[in-house]
């Protein structure tokens, strides 16, 4: 059983469309945090959401942490075939645990 | 360049030949961590370390060593590798009580036979 539940773990959509993706757990994170994986290279991170209800805004990337910080959003705005690629959801448990629990994650494909 | 290396990307081996999977930061981060990513299951962490000679357990450590001899090294040792080792693995490092700012190695991508 995954502590992060990430859907959908797949997407697939044409280019302009708007797509969300979310993580979902039943535990409480300190902080959670969003990651892209290209091919053949390590993830590389996105955001850092730390306050229940904190939103933020990557360009046409929003991220949400929900009230409780249980789960989290991204959300994609006019996708565009750069944004194609894995994007993980990895939380803290506790401020200082010194380690992540990550999502299965989401491969995005946006079609030209 | 802040970053961390690991070699080799690429490895084939046979089952029961020891391996070593190595990694280096140049940060001067305190902590290093090595995961292993399977698809539907995401990332999952083998072993960590908080210093020099400190290591811990994560949570998939079985059949898997590490040693911290250099705050800079991190080396993944698979003592006797077999088929269900075969992954893609990621060493990462981050500075102390920061896990939400975890820097990630390229990965190794091992195949047991």
Redesign the interface.
């Known amino acids: 059983t995954q502590l992060l539940e990430q859907s959908p773990q797949f997407l697939s959509i044409q280019e302009g469309e708007n797509l969300t993706v979310y993580c979902n757990s039943s535990s409480v994170f300190s902080s959670l945090q969003w990651y892209r994986q290209e091919p053949g290279e390590g993830p590389v991170l996105l955001v850092t959401v730390v306050t229940g209800g904190e939103v933020k805004k990557l360009k046409r990337l929003t991220f949400q942490f929900g009230d409780a910080r249980k789960d989290s959003s991204l959300h994609i705005t006019a996708a565009q075939p750069g944004d194609t690629g894995l994007y993980l959801c990895a939380g803290e448990l506790m401020a200082g645990a010194q380690k992540l629990v990550f999502g299965q994650g989401t491969r995005l494909t946006i079609n030209p | 360049e802040a970053q961390?290396t690991q070699n080799p990307r690429y490895l084939i081996t046979v089952t029961g030949k020891k391996l070593t999977v190595t990694c280096s930061q140049n940060m001067n981060h305190e902590?290093m961590?090595w995961?292993r990513q399977d698809p539907?299951?995401?990332?999952?962490?083998i072993y960590?370390s908080?210093n020099v000679e400190v290591t811990d357990k994560?949570d998939v450590p079985e059949g898997y060593k590490v040693s911290r001899k250099e705050k800079r090294n991190f080396p993944l040792i698979l003592e006797s590798p077999s088929p269900n080792q075969t992954s893609l693995y990621?060493c990462?490092s981050f500075p102390g009580?920061r896990?939400?700012?975890?820097y990630?190695?390229?990965?190794t991508r091992l195949t047991v036979l």
């Open positions: 961390v902590y961590s995961y539907g299951l995401g990332l999952r962490q960590y908080m994560g990621f990462a009580g896990a939400d700012t975890q990630f190695g390229p990965g």
